[in-house]
């Protein structure tokens, strides 16, 4: 059972586009919803999370959108750019995050063409 | 600061070898994940610690696998009688107390069985 389920697998854009990423779950006990990104060779790292008092975050050009009725979240990257070309994971977790396990979606490959 | 420390950073076993993997966590983390990821099934949750015990092995398969916090300072993923199917990069993360939930991921035990 797959709790976390992301799309699509992989997406181009080009420079200066927005890029969606989307992200559905199950469990209706998960609280929290990160998103990591993960560039070559490199191992993933945190780049924005929610909690669903809210249902809207932003860091500069990222932007998490959340709807809880519907179970599902998406990334927004506002003006793309080539470095931004990575691998996406969704993920959620109970407890507000707090030292919770981590379910991962299977990832959202992103490549942005200059 | 160093970050969390994986060893070996390559491992290569025959079938049916055993296979010892070690990560020391960012001092001060209270929590400890063992991740698995491949391209097929992207990040597979294993198991975790929280203040060195045992609080979820959920994602471990039973016959082979086992991990082990024995101090604060490190955790161990022993595989017994390993498998062309776990063929992998092992990653392991740890976390502050607290409800920030930011996994921070070593660099990963890349461990290819032959």
Not at chain 1, 20 to 42: A, K, M, R, V
Not at chain 2, 2 to 20: D, F, L, S, W, Y
Not at chain 2, 24 to 47: C, K, M, N
Not at chain 2, 88 to 105: E, K
Request: neutral net charge; proline residues 6%.
């Amino acid at each position: 059972q797959q709790q976390v389920r992301q799309s699509p697998q992989s997406l181009t854009v080009w420079e200066g586009e927005t890029a969606i990423l989307n992200c559905s779950y199950e469990d209706s006990t998960f609280d929290y919803f990160p998103w990591y990104h993960q560039f070559p060779g490199e191992s993933p790292a945190l780049l924005i999370a929610i909690r669903p008092v809210s249902n809207k975050k932003e860091d500069g050009r990222f932007t998490i959108f959340f709807n809880k009725r519907e179970k599902k979240f998406s990334l927004h990257i506002a003006d793309s750019q080539p470095g931004d070309s990575a691998t996406y994971f969704c993920a959620a977790s109970r407890g507000g995050g707090s030292n919770y396990k981590l379910t991962f979606g299977k990832g959202t490959l992103l490549t942005v063409t200059p | 600061n160093a970050g969390v420390i994986q060893t070996p950073r390559h491992k290569v076993t025959g079938k049916g070898q055993e296979a010892t993997l070690w990560c020391e966590p960012i001092s001060g983390h209270s929590a400890v994940f063992w991740y698995r990821q491949t391209i097929v099934q992207g990040l597979e949750f294993l198991t975790y610690f929280r203040n060195q015990a045992p609080i979820d092995d959920s994602g471990m398969p039973k016959e082979r696998f086992s991990a082990q916090m024995p101090n604060q300072s490190h955790s161990t993923l022993k595989i017994q009688s390993t498998q062309p199917q776990d063929s992998a990069v092992y990653l392991c993360a740890s976390s502050l107390m607290g409800n920030t939930g930011q996994l921070y991921f070593g660099e990963g035990s890349k461990l290819t069985v032959l």
